[in-house]
């Protein structure tokens, strides 16, 4: 999805991920904690306009690239992510 921009918001010990597409002012959000190098995933919300996109499984996919980047470890306590996490097996090595 070319229109799609995914920012990470960091603000220390909590933070999410920002989905925008270009043609909506929603966004969609992947929220978590962060304790040491911990990541717990708490909500996974994307906006009824601008879903039936992917967009959801595209924030996943970003907090899983930043976790390999980042040393990170992720309880996925959000459903959504613990879905993810069951599909992807590969993923295993970043459960915390």
Known sequence: MDDLAISLIDEGGHGEYQARVADSSAVGRLTWVRRD???TTE?????TEIG???IAGKLVEALIADARTQGWKIVPECSYV???FK???EWADLLA
């Open 37 to 39: 190098t911990v990541l």
């Open 43 to 47: 909500h996974t919300l994307v906006p």
């Open 52 to 54: 039936g996109r992917g």
């Open 82 to 84: 613990a879905a993810a």
């Open 87 to 89: 599909r992807h097996p």
